[in-house]
């Protein structure tokens, strides 16, 4: 496998006067788990379906593992797992048997199945269910199988559209550490797409922020955070009056401010400028008891790129 997993330049897509994705231009190392965020209709899932060969561009070009998705998109499909929206299990059928139909398919030498089968079952802790039917199973179970069944055939590099889509926070937090931990153990890249930023700020080594169908930054979560700059504050006392909140709005230095839950939360607009306006909030009768640097989250620089303010 070659050093960079994914490698796009210019890549577009165009359905009629829709741009899906706009101008793609990124790298992807082998062996990280790089996070694709966005809203829904950001242009994630089709830049997957791209990736894969299974839509032309109308532009640009990109490789994966090394192969040219409009040459050799079928060498790309057969070294890739993918989960995209559909399971692809039969929940007719075991646990077991679905992954037994899989190894057949990708021609799994028959002493290597067994093995294989066991080995994933027992990581992702599916094994002492194996002989159950599917359709027996909870949400989370299923995603956890059809995630064995992506995995099955030891790609290099695995798709997982919304892997964790609609499933409760504590099946969504198992799975998530299940993926980090075979990304880990295996050396395999993870091309996983989420609009979930708090996942994607736990389970990725780089993340690229996509909206519009355009690549707005990337990096890894800590390179995105310290794009806000400065870092919000937040004041623990009393007196937060609307008379002084508009006066730190007036100051030229202050990016925003608002209460939050009884305390005064304070943007300003470049580092160390935080003194002189709990100054003037000192001046104003404010008393202000404790005053706390507030770390970014992936979630402000996201809405930072879209021009938004996060929904609270």
Known sequence: MTACAIRTEGLTRTFGSIT??????????AGTVFGFIGQSGAGKTTTIRLLLGLLE??????????????SEAD???????VLLEHSGLCERLSAWDNLQFYARVWKLPVADRWDRIRELLDRLELWERRDE??????????????????????????????????????????????LAELAQNDGTTVFLTTHNLAEA?????????????????????????EQLGSPRVRVVGRGFSEQV??????????RSVARENGHLIMEPQRQG???????????????????HPMRSTLEDVFFSLLGEEPVT
């Not at 561009?57 to 409009?70: C, H, K, N």
């Not at 060498?75 to 797992?81: A, I, Q, S």
């Not at 909140?245 to 202050?254: D, K, M």
């Open 75 to 81: 060498k790309v499909r057969g070294c890739t797992g």
């Open 20 to 29: 899906a994705v706009s101008d793609l231009t990124l790298e992807v190392e």
């Open 273 to 291: 400028s935080v003194a002189p306006l709990v100054s003037i909030l000192v001046g104003s009768g404010v008393q202000v008891e404790e005053v």
């Open 245 to 254: 909140l508009a006066i730190l709005r007036a100051r030229p230095e202050v």
């Open 133 to 178: 039917t599917v359709a027996e199973w909870s949400r989370g179970m299923r995603q956890k199988l059809a995630v064995a069944r992506a995995l099955l055939h030891r790609p290099p590099l695995v798709f997982l559209d919304e892997p964790t889509s609609g499933l409760d926070p504590v099946a969504a937090a198992a799975l998530r550490d299940d």
């Open 201 to 225: 700020e736990k389970i990725c080594d780089r993340i690229g922020v996509i909206a519009n169908g355009e690549l707005k930054a990337i990096g890894t979560p800590h390179e995105l955070r």
């Open 57 to 70: 561009p109308t532009s640009g070009r990109a490789e994966v593992l090394g192969y040219d998705i409009r």
